[in-house]
């Protein structure tokens, strides 16, 4: 994947969301699951540095495939800052490569890779982080969109 690609999302208030509409650049930042421990911290680290991603120019879209009405409860229960999106029939995970096997406790099933992608101005992948580790991630990626 180069260009940011051409897939809808759903807001938290039911409204279809088209990746390609959205303010470049663009910080998108997939995750398993809200209201979860490495999840709820990644996004409240977004949310701590929302205000830095707005000076530098950049938007910042968190998706999982939570429903729409989920992502309403995890940004009111931690008043986070940044925006969320629902990916209910996956369509972005598997244009992002995010659906992927996992494999906990001996068993395997198919979830959200936690990943990032960094576009810049003209939608074109920065940098990509996959299989992210929550500690510092979020000032990684403030530092890489600071530097287009």
Excluded at 13 to 20: K, S
Excluded at 39 to 45: F, I, K, L, V
Excluded at 58 to 75: E, N, W
Excluded at 78 to 104: H, N, R
Aim: aromatic fraction near 10%.
């Amino acid at each position: 994947m180069d260009m940011l690609p051409d897939v809808k999302v759903t807001a938290p208030d039911g409204t279809a969301v088209r990746l390609r509409d959205q303010a470049l650049p663009l910080v998108v930042y997939f995750y398993p699951k809200d209201d979860t421990k490495g999840c709820t911290r990644e996004a409240q680290d977004f949310s701590a540095l929302a205000d830095e991603f707005t000076n530098a120019g950049v938007s910042v879209l968190g998706i999982s495939r939570d429903t729409p009405a989920k992502h309403q409860k995890f940004i009111a229960k931690y008043d986070l800052a940044v925006a969320l999106a629902s990916d209910e029939d996956g369509s972005a995970c598997e244009a992002f490569g995010t659906w992927v096997e996992k494999s906990m406790y001996g068993r395997t099933y198919m979830g959200i890779e936690r990943a990032t992608f960094l576009f810049d101005r003209e939608g074109r992948v920065a940098r990509e982080w996959r299989k992210v580790k929550v500690a510092g991630h979020a000032d990684a990626v403030l530092e890489a969109a600071r530097a287009l």
